[in-house]
């Protein structure tokens, strides 16, 4: 199923998968199964870059869908604390507009 919403729609998903599958896990348990997510991105990144190549019978990069995963697990952490991911964005986007409007020009 392909997703193209806002943050704010995709929240609401993911609460209501969520909510239909057992309810969210304790807070600690979310970071840590975000840094297993994490840990999975660059698994991939590694094999991808040539560092570390895949053990034998894993080929295919599985990249967007282990950071799928990841997101999907950041999710988690902001529904639980009641965090509007689409305005955070929003301000990460101003902060780095105008703190690092030159920076990389």
Same mark, same amino acid.
């Given at each position: @199923?392909?997703?193209? =919403? ?5 929240? +609401? ?16 348990? @979310?970071?840590?199964?975000? @840094?297993?997510? #994490?840990? +999975? ?7 991808? +870059? ?5 053990? !034998?019978? /894993?080929? &295919? !990069?599985? #990249?967007? +869908?282990?950071?799928?995963?990841? /997101? ?9 604390? =009641?965090?509007?991911? &689409?305005?955070? /964005? !929003? =301000? ?14």
């Amino acid at each position: @199923m392909v997703i193209k =919403n806002s943050l704010k729609e995709i929240q +609401e998903r993911v609460d209501k998968w969520i909510h239909d599958h057992g309810g969210y896990w304790p807070s600690l348990s @979310m970071v840590c199964a975000i @840094m297993e997510e #994490l840990g +999975e991105v660059a698994r991939e990144i590694n094999s991808l +870059e040539g560092y570390k190549p895949k053990k !034998s019978g /894993l080929k &295919d !990069s599985k #990249l967007g +869908e282990e950071l799928a995963d990841l /997101l999907f697990s950041i999710v988690c952490i902001a529904n639980q604390y =009641n965090i509007d991911l &689409d305005t955070e /964005l !929003s =301000n990460v986007f101003d902060k780095y507009s105008e703190r690092d409007s030159t920076r990389f020009c």
